[in-house]
């Protein structure tokens, strides 16, 4: 039987940034600078740029703004990056994630 020892939390800007390493393996994605408002409150607050969570009873909401390489199948490279987004937050947190949702905001052209 597991002794409780009291209660663990994470922030929200900690599981912003686990997101954020998991989703820079996804080679052709990039997440987006959420503009400058928005920039100016994750470098305040601590997080990444592009990625925000919330939290419901230990579930995790993940919403990404992200561009992807010109050529790439995006449902296919979406898909990848979710799914390494949730295997890195649920293994590194120990928390549940409910839902990512991706919001492709445009198309890089190298």
Known sequence: ???????????DQVIAVIAGV???????????SGGLYHDLAKRINGGA???SVSMTD???????????RYGTPIHHVCHILQ????NAV????????E????????????
């Open 83 to 86: 799914k390494k987004v949730k």
């Open 49 to 51: 740029k592009g990625i």
């Open 1 to 11: 039987m597991m002794e409780k020892r009291g209660e663990i939390r994470v922030a």
């Open 22 to 32: 998991a989703a820079e393996e996804v080679m052709e994605v990039t997440v987006r």
């Open 58 to 68: 230990d579930k995790v909401t993940i919403d990404m703004r992200v561009s992807v």
């Open 99 to 110: 839902a990512i949702n991706v919001k492709v905001e445009t198309i890089e052209i190298k």
């Open 90 to 97: 649920e293994t590194l947190t120990g928390l549940l994630v």
